[in-house]
């Protein structure tokens, strides 16, 4: 299959991807929106590159895009660990689609560098755009490519840039495994009003994905970063139980983040709830409506 084949002669590549761009950029910068799209993958701790089977493809692997069959909105409110609101909305058609990620935090203390005030509190905000196109090469094997822009601000200061995601999705046939491989931040730098500038923070993320006719298993390895684990269970009934796992190690200390979560189909719309809780920060309520038209 013409995906195996790009997945087996990218493998390698991506393994050094990460080592060559840290060498290239030793300080990087990585959009702060990165909070994730809709809380069916986020309850599996966001093991979705592989499965990306719904309007959430916009931003986990957006090859994912070209196995739909109809049109979709997903959507996301969520209070990171209880500190601020997160607002998402995507909405995908079979092949392309668009998402706009936001939040804001106000009353930051502004502070000199031996952490007296200085002046007035200061707000934060960020939001993301993705724009995503995808291709079939056949039933069985996608591609696709995402643009994205970000933008940053604190208090005066600000900062926008491009970037790129590209995406390869495969369900070899005759069996229920899929594989996904997402390049996240290609090229493009984060320009400032100071007169500054830094490189998006690239990530390759491989993944793979079991889809029984009622459980699903799904791995992700970020790279560099996590790994995550995840699961759903779709019972008899309208209910869906999800629940995973993210590992990675900060400062030579492992951290193992937990999540779980519930969805409630109720036709052509679906309510998704998920929960996470971090090793040491409070824990993060994640709410969508989703819709297929």
């Avoid at 809380?39 to 986990?60: H, K, S």
């Avoid at 909305?89 to 203390?109: N, Q």
């Avoid at 189909?265 to 709830?273: F, K, N």
């Amino acid at each position: 299959m013409i995906a195996i084949r790009i997945l087996g002669a990218l493998l390698l590549f991506s393994l050094l991807f990460p080592a060559v761009a840290r060498a290239q950029d030793p300080s990087g910068t990585a959009p702060l929106t990165a909070f994730g799209l809709g809380a069916r993958p986020l309850g599996m701790a966001g093991a979705f590159t592989a499965l990306a089977d719904d309007a959430n493809a916009l931003y986990y692997n957006p090859a994912g895009l070209a196995t739909l069959r109809t049109a979709q909105l997903t959507s996301l409110y969520a209070s990171p660990f209880g500190l601020f609101d997160s607002y998402a909305l995507g909405v995908a058609w079979p092949g392309f689609g668009a998402a706009y990620l936001s939040y804001r935090v106000d009353d930051i203390p502004a502070t000199d560098p031996m952490g007296n005030p200085s002046g007035p509190d200061l707000a934060a905000s960020e939001q993301l755009l993705i724009l995503s196109y995808a291709h079939a090469f056949n039933p069985a094997d996608h591609l696709a490519l995402s643009l994205k822009y970000d933008h940053q601000a604190l208090g005066s200061e600000t900062g926008s840039g491009f970037a790129l995601d590209a995406g390869i999705l495969s369900s070899p046939p005759g069996t229920p495994y899929r594989l996904g491989l997402t390049f996240r931040n290609l090229g493009g730098r984060m320009r400032y009003s100071t007169g500054s500038s830094d490189a998006f923070d690239p990530a390759v993320v491989l993944g793979l994905a079991y889809a029984a006719e009622r459980l699903t298993v799904a791995l992700d390895q970020e790279l560099p970063g996590p790994l995550r684990v995840g699961a759903e269970y779709r019972t008899a009934s309208f209910v869906t139980l999800r629940a995973g796992l993210r590992w990675e190690e900060q400062l030579r200390l492992n951290h193992v983040t937990y999540t779980g979560g519930l969805g409630l189909d109720l036709g052509s719309v679906s309510v998704q709830y998920a929960y996470e809780q971090p090793p040491l920060l409070g824990g993060t309520h994640r709410l969508s409506l989703e819709v297929r038209f």
